[in-house]
């Protein structure tokens, strides 16, 4: 069993609901992320999607992209990532880290060179943006072969045969984006979302994630009920964008422990 | 030989091409397509759009033998494709004229596009207007400076010109801010990509608008010349120009096609924008490619003269057509580009855009080295006004 389906597994046992923050590896400093990750994890993250910076990222918004740029800034590329995931992995082997950018850092690579790379590192699964099914065959095989997760985009475009052809292809979990923008954008509208998943989840037969918009404990909360997870990326990297600093840590912590108080009050409901 | 028939249904070109998106915009890229390949063989379709060309965009455009500077070079005979005689003086109306008439059966109102000189922001412009359509324009904050009078018209022209500080604030970065509206819009909002360049099918669906350059030229030099070019030479950034000449040619033998692009500062400088002649294939704005980029996989800033030309990518078909060895791809400094820009007005009394400049200084070069019979046929893509207050500023003049 993978290291994220023994986390949903888990979670599914006790009732309760994964909570995944998103942050940008190298931002805004290099020796800030190992401690930051390790930091997301006491305040009750269960999977950290850990951003590849890239120089045109075009899904995301304006807060991701300037992450991006600062990551960038300090020289950040593919194998200083990993370095920061074996850098984590010292002192916890628990919880399953995703890559999250886009296509080219890994082709510039090579799928196989990544693949195996991003195991050796401690990553679990990789998600990348703009390789959907039509062209990501190669890159799925070079990550199933080294035992890593393929990660999948479904969105409210996504027709019925679409959601059929990702989930074939699909491990560890689906990511749901939540509304028709880019990441860290508003206006997430929670009926649509609820009738999706229960389609997506029949199909996939796995977890579904729910992000893209999700900016404090109420929504997350609300999209809690609904989903098996909750990604929160955005809003957290507006906490290292009002202070790119170590000072950045503490007040993500207390947001992230907020937002899985409240999810959790969600699962002591449905238990009660 | 066999029949060129590029791209396949996935929209790939041997290697390059193909779709590269987020999930959200798979959807519009399938109606897209499937819409596309319903309207390219409607003959009523395909009747509206010629009558567009004939009369609103002027077409045919001549084809003019530039003697004088023919002579002056003393080699081969320069013939220019005129585009820049077209309504909004580039051949990117044709394009949008196309995508203009697509938007409107597929029920959309509102029309978005990014620009890099200025040109296809303002054919875009031109054609919302024509047809009624609201639009919004991205453009580099750093091309709004360089561009201040197609700033001006685009907006005399109904449409809201967005400025874009992200990156290099230059063409790649109005492309990605585009593409960030057009995912929050998808259901409201065409989006009219200017090159030949993004997800499949808009590389096809590019080319097969512009073709009419080729396809006039054709008929155009055996009634002017009484024979077809040695070679056709156009200038390449995302290359919508050049794959519109090269495309009726690309059957016939005898003929050559050169892509010229933008040495910049000079291809050892590093600091240009000719990823066909310097660069290595990776995935950018939704399509495999060569590209400018560095051991990371990131993007890299690049420079031209020209802000039609200052782009890390290139349509994928011209990756191909490079790879299979059925174009070549030259590049030319900016310095190189400035001098024909100059001679051109000169000799001929044209003032040609910098973009196109490119492509005539490469046949500056080539021409004295060859015979008088010889015959090349440059694509005059654009004109030059736009390009006033850089050159003057080059030269010194403050206007």
């Given at each position: 069993m993978s290291r994220i389906q023994a986390v949903f597994a888990e979670l599914a046992a006790q009732g309760k609901k994964a909570l995944i923050p998103f942050v940008t590896a190298g931002d805004p400093a290099p020796a800030i992320t190992v401690p930051l990750l390790h930091r997301l994890v006491d305040a009750g993250a269960n999977i950290i999607e850990l951003g590849v910076p890239f120089s045109d990222p075009m899904a995301d918004g304006p807060v991701i992209q300037k992450a991006s740029e600062r990551a960038l800034a300090n020289g950040i590329g593919m194998r200083e990532v990993l370095g920061f995931v074996r850098e984590f992995r010292k002192t916890n082997t628990y919880t399953p880290v995703v890559l999250m950018g886009y296509l080219n850092p890994v082709e510039r690579m090579g799928y196989a060179a990544f693949a195996a790379a991003a195991a050796e590192a401690g990553v679990d699964g990789v998600l990348t943006v703009d390789a959907p099914p039509e062209e990501g065959e190669p890159l799925w095989a070079a990550l199933h072969q080294a035992g890593l997760d393929p990660i999948f985009l479904l969105a409210p475009t996504t027709p019925q045969q679409r959601v059929e052809n990702v989930a074939r292809h699909a491990s560890g979990f689906v990511y749901y984006v939540s509304l028709k923008g880019v990441t860290g954008a508003r206006h997430l509208d929670l009926g649509e979302v609820a009738d999706k998943l229960p389609e997506i989840r029949r199909q996939s037969g796995l977890p579904v994630g729910v992000g893209f918009g999700i900016r404090d404990a109420e929504t997350a909360a609300a999209v809690g009920r609904i989903a098996d997870a909750v990604v929160i990326g955005s809003r957290i990297v507006q906490e290292i964008e009002a202070n790119?600093?170590?000072?950045?840590i503490e007040p993500i912590y207390q947001l992230l422990h907020g937002i899985r108080q409240a999810l959790d009050a969600v699962s002591n409901e449905e238990k009660a | 030989m066999q029949m060129y028939d590029l791209p396949d249904e996935k929209g790939h070109f041997g290697q390059f091409g193909g779709v590269f998106v987020g999930e959200t915009l798979m959807e519009a890229l399938t109606e897209l397509r499937d819409q596309y390949e319903k309207y390219r063989g409607d003959a009523e379709f395909q009747d509206e759009f010629r009558h567009e060309l004939k009369h609103?965009?002027?077409?045919?455009s001549p084809i003019y033998y530039a003697k004088r500077w023919s002579d002056e070079l003393g080699g081969a005979q320069i013939y220019l494709k005129r585009e820049d005689l077209n309504h909004t003086g580039a051949h990117k109306v044709n394009n949008c004229i196309g995508q203009a008439l697509l938007a409107r059966r597929l029920g959309k109102q509102r029309v978005i596009a990014e620009t890099g000189a200025g040109q296809h922001g303002v054919a875009t412009a031109t054609v919302a207007a024509r047809y009624g359509l609201e639009c919004v324009v991205y453009m580099g904050a750093e091309d709004v400076r360089r561009q201040a009078s197609n700033v001006y018209r685009m907006k005399l022209l109904g449409a809201t010109v967005v400025p874009v500080e992200s990156g290099s604030r230059t063409l790649k970065d109005a492309l990605n801010e585009a593409m960030r509206d057009w995912v929050t819009n998808v259901e409201s909002t065409f989006y009219i990509i200017g090159?030949?360049?993004?997800?499949?099918?808009y590389p096809m669906m590019v080319r097969d608008f512009q073709a009419v350059i080729g396809e006039e030229a054709k008929w155009q030099m055996m009634e002017l010349a009484g024979r077809q070019p040695d070679s056709v030479i156009a200038c390449v950034g995302g290359g919508s120009n050049a794959i519109g000449i090269f495309y009726p040619y690309l059957?016939?033998?005898?003929v050559r096609l050169v892509g010229v692009e933008a040495a910049g500062l000079g291809l050892a400088s590093g600091r240009h924008a000719a990823p066909l002649n310097a660069g290595t294939v990776g995935v950018l704005h939704g399509n495999r490619t060569y590209l400018m980029q560095d051991d990371n996989g990131q993007i890299i800033e690049t420079h031209s003269i020209s802000a039609g030309l200052d782009y890390p990518g290139v349509g994928p078909e011209h990756s191909y057509l490079k790879d299979s060895g059925q174009a070549q791809y030259a590049a030319v400094t900016d310095q190189e580009a400035l001098q024909a820009f100059h001679n051109l007005c000169h000799y001929e009394g044209i003032i040609p855009a910098l973009e196109s400049s490119h492509a005539l200084a490469y046949a500056a070069k080539v021409a004295p080295t060859m015979d008088k019979d010889n015959v090349l046929l440059v694509n005059l893509s654009g004109r030059g006004d736009k390009d006033m207050a850089t050159v003057a500023e080059l030269s010194g003049i403050q206007f």
């Open positions: 790119p600093s170590a000072g950045a | 609103y965009v002027g077409r045919p090159t030949a360049a993004g997800p499949h099918p059957n016939e033998p005898g």
